[in-house]
């Protein structure tokens, strides 16, 4: 597989890496930038979210991850297009043509969404979340180099995109709740269950995938920092549907989500740190014993 890379680099570029170009600035054009036009009569996400505010909605300044997302992916789109990179197993096995129908349905839930055709909204979430975990298997099942370059390159602007899209989907889906209008019994019993989906799948995350995936869950950690946060000071439709109980309830069950997530990173990390210690160790060790017996053998 390497030596393909290689062939492939001698010839220069090839479909995958001017489809992640053309997917990336459509993207940034039809989801951001089209939004800033005067003439474009479309609401804003912000605004059809205060309109359906849900108890899982995260505070404003949670959003601003979406930079973070931007600009991570910028900086792969490029780092893509450079010998170095582009035919590597991980773009060219593993990103394939799965960011360009990321992009695609990103697109056609931001049009959808500021339509508020909400079911629709979260039937194309759905797909979004499953191209995106589409593309995370098949990086994991590409050959890697296992470096930090590659991964805050190639791998890191997925991870945090799929981690911030599984928030998402789970308040698209009480979104749907809201605007059908449902009795705020049952959103808070859907509610209380897109709190324990979104803690499951972060720990998951750290225990079943061959390499520690701790992007994922520090992602929905923040995601539920940012409920917490905005359920200090919540908005009055939500002071309308639900007590002061049930509202305390969910920001507690919020922050113990997100301090959760956090102390199992920090131990997986810690412990994984240690685990690789150890394994130089044994190496070191062997090759000690090694040097050991071939000087025996030679005296």
Same mark, same amino acid.
């Given at each position: 597989m390497t030596n393909g890379s290689a062939d492939e680099s001698a010839g220069g570029l090839n479909f995958y890496n001017y489809l992640n170009v053309v997917a990336y600035v459509a993207n940034l054009f039809f989801v951001n930038i089209i939004m800033l036009f005067d003439k474009v009569d479309l609401k804003s996400n912000a605004d059809v979210s205060a309109k359906y505010q849900t108890i899982v909605?995260? $505070?404003? /300044?949670?959003?601003?991850? /979406?930079?973070?997302?931007?600009?991570?992916?910028? #900086?792969?789109?490029?780092?893509?297009? #450079?010998?170095?990179? !582009?035919? #590597?197993? &991980?773009?060219? &096995?593993?990103?394939?043509?799965?960011?360009?129908?990321?992009?695609?349905?990103?697109?056609?839930?931001?049009?959808?969404?500021?339509?508020?055709?909400?079911?629709?909204?979260?039937?194309?979430?759905?797909?979004?979340?499953?191209?995106?975990?589409?593309?995370?298997?098949?990086?994991? !099942?590409?050959?890697?180099?296992?470096? !930090?370059?590659?991964?805050?390159?190639? !791998?890191?602007?997925?991870?945090?995109?799929?981690? /911030?899209?599984?928030?998402?989907?789970? $308040?698209?889906?009480?979104?749907?709740?809201?605007?059908?209008?449902?009795?705020?019994?049952?959103?808070?019993?859907v509610a209380a269950l897109s709190l324990v989906a979104i803690l499951c799948i972060a720990l998951s995350a750290l225990v079943f995938p061959t390499s520690t995936n701790v992007v994922i869950p520090v992602t929905l950690a923040w995601g539920a920092g940012g409920i917490w946060a905005e359920l200090n000071a919540p908005k009055q439709s939500i002071l309308d549907k639900f007590s002061n109980h049930t509202i305390n309830v969910f920001k507690i069950g919020a922050a113990c989500i997100c301090l959760i997530l956090l102390f199992a990173v920090l131990i997986k990390v810690i412990s994984d740190w240690r685990e690789k210690r150890h394994e130089i160790g044994r190496e070191n060790e062997e090759g000690v014993h090694l040097a050991a017996d071939l000087e025996d053998a030679y005296t």
């Open positions: 909605t995260p $505070v404003g /300044w949670a959003f601003s991850i /979406w930079g973070i997302i931007f600009a991570a992916q910028a #900086l792969f789109t490029v780092v893509q297009l #450079l010998p170095t990179f !582009r035919s #590597l197993p &991980q773009v060219q &096995q593993g990103v394939k043509y799965w960011y360009a129908l990321v992009s695609a349905f990103q697109i056609v839930w931001t049009f959808v969404f500021a339509c508020e055709m909400i079911w629709i909204s979260c039937v194309v979430m759905v797909f979004i979340l499953s191209s995106l975990c589409a593309l995370l298997q098949s990086q994991s !099942r590409a050959a890697s180099d296992n470096t !930090r370059k590659e991964f805050w390159l190639l !791998r890191f602007p997925f991870q945090i995109h799929a981690g /911030w899209i599984i928030a998402a989907t789970v $308040v698209n889906i009480n979104l749907v709740l809201v605007a059908s209008d449902v009795s705020p019994v049952i959103q808070a019993m």
